[in-house]
């Protein structure tokens, strides 16, 4: 246990009255958001009797098709909406319902594919929790993986406030403004005002949008929470690799007093922005006094105390990069078909805003709808290029340290390293395109043409 206490694994051993215990579940919110929706479906297995077993199982299934058919039904009578307004309506009538038809057909399709791919997914969750560090290698210096979860926790609950609350107020405008009317104009095979019939509708649309808003919130969120828990591992590795000497030197039983004056070298070598999320804080005395008199005891040879730490950093960046790996496989299909929604949406919320009525409560709806896909498709594209920059600077955080004093016992898995370092993590729509900023340049200049062939339509209909 004394070999592995201090690499930052499952033992909550703290460095420093600054430094944070092991969360033993880093995705409890997103994993209950989406459980709620019927995005993962409920173990209700696990609190009945085996007799009960499978009537559990079914009633999770049937909470999850339930959701399934609530944005459906709402998606396929836009759809209905939209064919009627080609034959006799405006193109504002008909822009307005396409827009809400392609909302609720892909949060049909986020909901269909999360349940298809809830096993694969709470996998990745499970691997995460089990694996990451959440500390550093000891050292003079640490940075703990504290910052990185509390970021990912606090984007989660913030955004799906935010998008909750955008389609809600859609949704209660009726009420807000005493109208006796649908917060959703669709089609219907019946007469949706007539009472105790409309109470239901009402009630029916209000679960759909609650239901849209989460959904779409989910998937964003998910995404950018794991994102943020990577990056925080990368200022791990980053911190580790900075430490592999002092920590060899540590655990080779050297001197805890010439080792103390290195502190001031320490400081004089950090740089603006060399972590992403981590701050770096020093080690306490009690806990280097306390590692330097075990390891006197028990001394090892620098060149093994060196690999063993260059070895648990090789396994930290291979557990970031498979990681990563994973999170591609689950997202591509996801953000291919949300780059064709965002494109789309995008395009028509701007025409329905520039083009449709000004009422006061409808343009603040479309501002809401249309500052959300922004604020959705930055996220995507930014965390992409932020993992992808961040996962080949294991190199610059390996130079840090003054690895050539005892380079000549680890010059083979230098050089392997140096070499992985420099393959950078991408996360793409498809295989077909790269999630960055580049991308985020490109749909944005798709909607505006899709709006500007839009605006041609307009003012040749009108004429």
């Known amino acids: 246990m004394f070999k592995t206490q201090f690499y930052g694994g499952k033992i909550n051993l703290l460095y420093s009255d600054t430094d944070f215990k092991r969360v033993n579940n880093l995705f409890s919110a997103q994993i209950g958001f989406m459980t709620f929706m019927g995005q993962i479906p409920f173990k209700l297995e696990k609190y009945l009797p085996k007799s009960l077993y499978t009537f559990g199982w079914l009633l999770a299934r049937f909470y999850c098709a339930f959701v399934v058919l609530q944005t459906l039904h709402l998606a396929l009578l836009f759809i209905k909406t939209t064919i009627d307004m080609l034959l006799y309506g405006k193109l504002e009538e008909i822009t307005d319902s396409l827009t809400m038809a392609i909302i609720y057909s892909f949060s049909c399709f986020a909901t269909c594919y999360w349940q298809w791919r809830s096993v694969r997914l709470v996998q990745l969750l499970q691997d995460i929790n089990n694996k990451y560090r959440h500390h550093s290698l000891v050292g003079l210096t ?17 955004w799906l406030i935010a998008c909750i609350s955008g389609v809600m107020f859609w949704g209660m405008a009726p009420i807000i403004l005493h109208s006796h009317t649908l917060p959703l104009k669709c089609w219907y095979p019946f007469d949706a005002l007539q009472p105790f019939v409309y109470e239901l509708v009402y009630a029916l649309q209000l679960l759909g949008q609650l239901n849209m808003g989460t959904t779409f919130g989910n998937g964003s969120a998910l995404f950018v929470s794991i994102v943020i828990i990577m990056l925080g591992q990368f200022d791990v590795l980053f911190c580790s690799l900075k430490n592999l000497d002092v920590h060899a030197r540590l655990f080779a039983g050297e001197n805890i007093v010439s080792l103390q004056t290195q502190r001031e070298h320490y400081s004089e070598i950090s740089e603006l922005n060399q972590y992403l999320h981590a701050e770096e804080l020093q080690t306490s005395e009690d806990t280097l006094t306390l590692l330097s008199q075990k390891c006197k005891r028990e001394p090892k040879q620098i060149k093994q105390a060196l690999q063993e730490a260059f070895i ?27 780059s064709l929604q965002i494109t789309m949406q995008l395009c028509l919320l701007v025409f329905v805003g520039v083009a449709g009525e000004g009422s006061t409560v409808r343009s603040i709806n479309l501002v809401q709808y249309l500052a959300l896909t922004l604020s959705e498709l930055l996220m995507f594209t930014y965390c992409g290029e932020l993992l992808r920059n961040h996962s080949v600077r294991s190199g610059d955080a390996f130079w840090r340290s003054d690895w050539w004093t005892h380079g000549k016992y680890i ?53």
Do not use: W
């Open 142 to 158: 640490f940075v703990s993986a504290r910052t990185a979860y509390r970021n990912a926790r606090n984007v989660t609950i913030y």
């Open 411 to 463: 010059r083979k898995e230098i050089v392997i390293f140096l070499i992985n370092s420099q393959r950078y993590v991408r996360i793409t729509a498809g295989k077909f395109y790269l999630m960055d900023v580049e991308r985020l340049r490109s749909v944005v200049a798709q909607a505006f043409s899709f709006l500007t062939l839009l605006q041609k339509l307009a003012a040749k209909n009108n004429k």
């Open 312 to 338: 648990e950093c090789v396994h930290l960046h291979r557990f970031i990069i498979e990681s990563c790996n994973m999170l591609e496989e689950l997202f591509n299909p996801y953000c291919l078909v949300k």
